[in-house]
Nanobody, 125 residues
Framework: QLRLVESGGGLVQPGGSLRLSCAAS??????????IGWFRQAPGKEREGVSC????????KYAESVKGRFTISRDNAKKTVYLQMNSLKPEDTAIYYC????????????????WGQGTQVTVSS
């Protein structure tokens, strides 16, 4: 399985921006075969999908709550997936995780085969 490490979280005011990174590595694995999804989990809530990108980068998906504000991208040469988050709202506050799946975007957290450790995003004035 891939090993994933998230970074880029922090404290930001409403309306601000953050860029999250998900760096991948794996022994005897080809990163190009994997779709990467971003998920988030707020206290007392289920982990939910935020965005995902296919292995080729040709397909991207967004939760309705973040559509138009967040942008997912990948740089396979760097084995890194990014989540650019703009116009952040307090309800975006959560721990953000990236997770891998084979080829296509994972439909739900249970389809993710490898998780990063998470990075905290707090949106507050």
């Amino acid at each position: 399985q891939l090993r994933l490490v998230e970074s880029g979280g922090g404290l930001v005011q409403p309306g601000g921006s953050l860029r999250l990174s998900c760096a991948a590595s794996g022994f005897r694995l080809n990163y190009y075969y994997y779709a990467i999804g971003w998920f988030r989990q707020a206290p007392g809530k289920e982990r939910e999908g935020v965005s995902c990108i296919s292995s080729s980068g040709g397909t991207t998906k967004y939760a309705e709550s973040v559509k138009g504000r967040f942008t997912i991208s990948r740089d396979n040469a760097k084995k890194t997936v990014y989540l650019q988050m703009n116009s952040l709202k307090p309800e975006d506050t959560a721990i953000y995780y990236c997770g891998s799946a084979g080829g296509s975007c994972p439909k739900a957290p249970e389809f993710v085969n490898s998780w990063g450790q998470g990075t905290q995003v707090t949106v507050s004035s």
